[in-house]
């Protein structure tokens, strides 16, 4: 099981993605935006995080880079998880910081194998 931080606006997304990683036995802890993302992460060190793009205020992009290049998070793994499908948005996502790109809806196998991966799960 692993603790997974997930940053998202919308109330949709989030009540169907926090049903997905719960069933498949991880501990959801949700945001709405993403300073307040960044905040939650460094005080409640999550194993993993999952980034929309298209927040209020900071977008993921930036909160992205921020969380990767911040000493206290740093090693947690943010997987983007967007609507935006296009390659640009995606090499753009990975150069922040990003250890992966998933365009929604993800399939519950995929995302969950991929969470699997980078927490060691």
């Given at each position: 099981?692993?603790r ?25 802890l ?15 060190m ?12 900071m ?9 990767s ?6 090693k ?46």
């Amino acid at each position: 099981m692993a603790r997974i931080l997930l940053i998202e606006d919308s109330p949709t997304d989030t009540a169907v993605l926090t049903q997905l990683l719960e069933r498949n036995g991880h501990q959801v802890l949700t945001s709405g935006s993403a300073e307040d993302g960044i905040e939650l992460c460094k005080r409640e060190m999550p194993d993993l995080v999952l980034m929309d793009v298209i927040l209020p205020g900071m977008n993921g992009f930036q909160a992205t880079r921020a969380l990767s290049r911040d000493a206290a998070t740093g090693k947690i793994p943010v997987v983007i998880v967007s609507t935006k499908n296009m390659e640009a948005d995606r090499a753009w996502g990975l150069r922040q910081g990003a250890k992966d790109y998933i365009v929604k809806p993800p399939r519950e196998d995929a995302l969950v194998a991929r969470i699997n991966e980078l927490v060691g799960g």
